[in-house]
């Protein structure tokens, strides 16, 4: 499990947050809850955690959606954070200590991207005709990543693999102009019908994706915190990208040392996604009447690094868990619960093994409901030692 610097008792963690488009879907929310997974443990290892995400409150496909349904954007995505939160709150998920929005930190974006032009590790990409307001001659700017030899140090992938992934997530490698295709946009100059915000030396426009990630975690953390984490689909070119703003603007100290990724969520075969549109949602299933400690559990069955489908069956499975829990939890008297308590730490500890820690908790309940043998004498509050070690270690509120 990550830990903290050697002689420190503080980790910094920051985990890339939605673009609030839609309601949280169980692919994102278990992302969350292995963040706040890990959260649980180092804290349990006497170590402070200051944890700090963000919410993507400008971006295309936030803009996309609200233009489609002929929603204000800023509506949108202010009604849709609000879900995520309150979707976050019944899984039980500790809240970020830092939460920022990127329109709130744009003027820290700009310093950071004109900081960035000042040193050469930034420059301009001449407009098309039409863009750019008053000063088209601006351009765009993008990072220069030749100078970044720390690149590629996070994906291990070959160039061919970086350019497709680089077209498929976002990027633009045939944008005339630039000087390597994978170099990524910084700052986005004004477009016809786009938001933008004055930002002197750069034009009126607003940042780019990976930027806007690096600038809130170093005003949070600080330029050497220790984990990055997010879903596996975020490795590149988001987080490598992100790491290589970092290090400009740390004058190429490595930062962050730490990264985790979580799997992906598939249903009916495919990566659950919104631009497949096959989602199943938390706020969906809250309103059925499904207990939040079920969605959770049925996400603490599998390892977070693990890729697996989301399925009635899933669910079944964890309504059932929970259920078997509650009824060994429900008596006066129980098995001492030392082992099993144990057993869960070091499951933690053993890179959040969670499906191991679900089953230590699993075989407790057994041991209680089967009752103690001829010659046993349990003593009384042993269930309360255990329903407070599920909701402290695992998150599950019983």
């Known amino acids: 499990?990550?830990?903290?610097?050697?002689?420190?008792?503080?980790?910094?963690?920051?985990?890339?947050?939605?673009?609030?488009?839609?309601?949280?879907?169980?692919?994102?929310?278990?992302?969350?809850?292995?963040?706040?997974?890990?959260?649980?443990?180092?804290?349990?290892?006497?170590?402070?955690?200051?944890?700090?995400?963000?919410?993507?409150?400008?971006?295309?496909?936030?803009?996309?959606?609200?233009?489609?349904?002929?929603?204000?954007?800023?509506?949108?995505?202010?009604?849709?954070?609000?879900?995520?939160?309150?979707?976050?709150?019944?899984?039980?998920?500790?809240?970020?200590?830092?939460?920022?929005?990127?329109?709130?930190?744009?003027?820290?974006?700009?310093?950071?991207?004109?900081?960035?032009?000042?040193?050469?590790?930034?420059?301009?990409?001449?407009?098309?005709?039409?863009?750019?307001?008053?000063?088209?001659?601006?351009?765009?700017?993008y990072a220069d990543l030749s100078g970044d030899g720390g690149f590629g140090n996070v994906s291990h992938l070959s160039e061919a693999e970086m350019l497709a992934l680089f077209a498929e997530r976002g990027g633009d490698p045939a944008r005339p102009g630039k000087l390597n295709p994978l170099d990524p946009l910084l700052w986005r100059r004004e477009r016809s019908g786009e938001p933008h915000w004055e930002a002197g030396s750069l034009g009126a426009g607003r940042p780019g994706w990976h930027i806007e990630c690096a600038v809130i975690a170093r005003t949070a953390l600080g330029k050497d915190f220790d984990i990055l984490a997010g879903g596996s689909d975020l490795l590149f070119p988001h987080h490598e990208m992100s790491g290589s703003h970092l290090r400009a603007l740390a004058g190429g100290a490595a930062a962050p040392r730490i990264q985790v990724h979580s799997g992906m969520v598939g249903l009916d075969g495919e990566k659950m996604s919104k631009s497949r549109g096959n989602l199943v949602f938390v706020s969906t299933l809250r309103a059925d009447g499904v207990d939040p400690m079920a969605i959770r559990v049925a996400m603490l069955a599998h390892h977070y690094r693990s890729d697996w489908e989301w399925s009635d069956a899933e669910l079944r499975d964890a309504v059932a868990r929970i259920e078997h829990w509650r009824a060994a939890l429900s008596g006066a008297v129980a098995p001492p619960p030392d082992d099993a308590v144990a057993e869960i730490r070091s499951a933690l500890a053993d890179d959040l093994d969670s499906p191991r820690a679900i089953r230590a908790m699993d075989e407790w309940a057994a041991r209680t409901l089967a009752g103690p043998k001829h010659d046993e004498e349990w003593p009384e509050g042993e269930p309360g030692v255990m329903a407070r070690t599920v909701d402290a270690l695992l998150g599950i509120r019983i």
Do not use: N
Request: charged share 20%; aromatic share 6%.
């Open 1 to 141: 499990m990550p830990a903290a610097r050697v002689g420190s008792t503080k980790v910094g963690i920051y985990a890339c947050g939605i673009t609030p488009y839609d309601a949280t879907h169980v692919g994102h929310a278990a992302t969350y809850v292995a963040v706040d997974l890990l959260q649980r443990a180092l804290r349990d290892q006497g170590l402070t955690v200051r944890y700090a995400s963000c919410v993507t409150d400008v971006d295309d496909p936030l803009l996309e959606r609200a233009a489609g349904t002929g929603v204000d954007w800023r509506e949108l995505a202010a009604e849709q954070t609000a879900l995520f939160g309150a979707d976050m709150a019944a899984l039980a998920v500790i809240p970020p200590d830092v939460y920022s929005g990127v329109v709130e930190t744009i003027p820290a974006t700009v310093d950071a991207v004109q900081r960035m032009l000042a040193d050469g590790s930034a420059y301009r990409v001449p407009l098309e005709p039409g863009a750019g307001g008053a000063t088209p001659e601006l351009g765009d700017v």
